[in-house]
């Protein structure tokens, strides 16, 4: 199952393949056991002598983000990260909407650089350990919610000045397509009045392909694009606002790849 | 109200409340993979059709059913023709 779907490779890109691989394999799980274990015990001593329940969710939060980037080095120099914030003057909180076609999202979102959570599909929060301190930190679990309960966790978190991060196609399309967005997110926006930053993230298809663990070598692009800000989307339904987002995100990879992701 | 008058209200319905452009309303069209619309816009869709035809829709298992543009037609004619009938 090596490799499924990437198609013949020559001898120089199955060497890349393998070496990606065994570097990766061998060195992420010890970082990760290590970082883990290290920031465990630093949030626990943290927690101990604040007794600061917003204060440990934080440094939970910014911790998750360095353990993205840790990540994403693991994988250096064969898989690089070209990022570019097209409007770094923007002050969060943000609601976040990425597109979503790998499970390397989850750690590219690192990029987004300010405190933040991300809204959870249902397999993600039951990972172990990483599903534990995803709920300690306050991340949304959109499937397991009423509504009503996302609108006030989520409300809670953007009065708090805490970003949040939604993947509002639901699942990892696995290829280059952009599937249809569900809204709830966008209705938690309008009811917050906060801004809405679309960030895409195209050329990790493979990185790993969907049902796969193995990495392909290749080059990832992260934009973090200008906001949609609430005086924007004023007056609009969800349905338009999340048209929008969703065509804003379309058009910057059409001009990425050179094919049309607009429907 | 003819069949062709309730076709050409739903459509209203959907080009008022979600700003879908004309040419996409189709009967063919899929209400959640081709419109996109999602769960919560439906709650919308279901409240603007009972204010539009003065009807209760919302508890009806048979709106569970109803997947393209033509289904909702269909939906709506055959209620139309029961109320005709109460």
Redesign the interface.
């Known amino acids: 199952m090596m490799g499924r779907g990437v198609g013949k490779r020559s001898i120089g890109s199955w060497i890349r393949f393998v070496w990606l691989n065994a570097w990766f394999w061998t060195v992420a799980p010890l970082v990760s056991v290590t970082f883990i274990s290290l920031a465990a015990i630093y949030v626990g001593v943290f927690l101990v002598l604040l007794r600061n329940r917003r204060k440990t969710q934080w440094l939970i939060r910014r911790s998750m983000g360095v353990y993205g980037r840790l990540m994403i080095i693991c994988a250096w120099p064969l898989v690089r990260v070209k990022y570019v914030d097209y409007a770094p003057q923007e002050t969060p909180p943000f609601l976040f909407i990425c597109n979503h076609r790998s499970s390397s999202d989850a750690y590219l979102t690192a990029y987004v650089g300010c405190e933040c959570i991300q809204v959870l599909n249902i397999w993600p929060a039951h990972v172990p350990l990483m599903g534990q301190l995803a709920r300690l930190a306050g991340f949304l679990r959109v499937r397991e919610m009423p509504?009503e309960e996302f609108v006030a966790a989520g409300s809670r978190l953007l009065q708090q000045g805490c970003s949040i991060i939604a993947f509002p196609e639901g699942t990892r399309s696995g290829s280059v397509a952009l599937g249809?967005?569900?809204?709830?997110s966008f209705?938690l926006a309008q009811l917050n009045r906060v801004k809405i930053v679309p960030f895409v993230i195209s050329g990790n298809e493979n990185i790993p392909r969907r049902g796969s663990a193995w990495l392909n070598p290749g080059t990832v692009a992260v934009s973090k694009l200008p906001a949609v800000t609430p005086e924007m989307y004023e007056g609009?339904?969800?349905?338009?606002l999340?048209?929008l987002v969703?065509d804003m995100i379309a058009r910057h990879l059409d001009g990425q790849t050179g094919q049309s992701h607009v429907? | 109200m003819t069949d062709s008058e309730l076709i050409r209200a739903v459509n209203e319905v959907f080009v008022d409340?979600?700003?879908?452009p004309p040419e996409k309303i189709t009967p063919e069209a899929q209400i959640?993979?081709d419109l996109?619309?999602?769960?919560?816009?439906v709650v919308?869709l279901v409240a603007a059709i009972q204010k539009r035809f003065a009807v209760q829709v919302r508890d009806d298992e048979r709106v569970r059913s109803i997947r393209s543009m033509q289904d909702l037609y269909n939906y709506l004619i055959l209620i139309r023709s029961e109320q005709k009938l109460g």
């Open positions: 509504f249809s967005f569900h809204g709830s209705r609009m339904t969800p349905y338009k999340k048209t969703r429907e | 409340s979600f700003e879908i959640f993979a996109g619309l999602d769960s919560l816009d919308d």
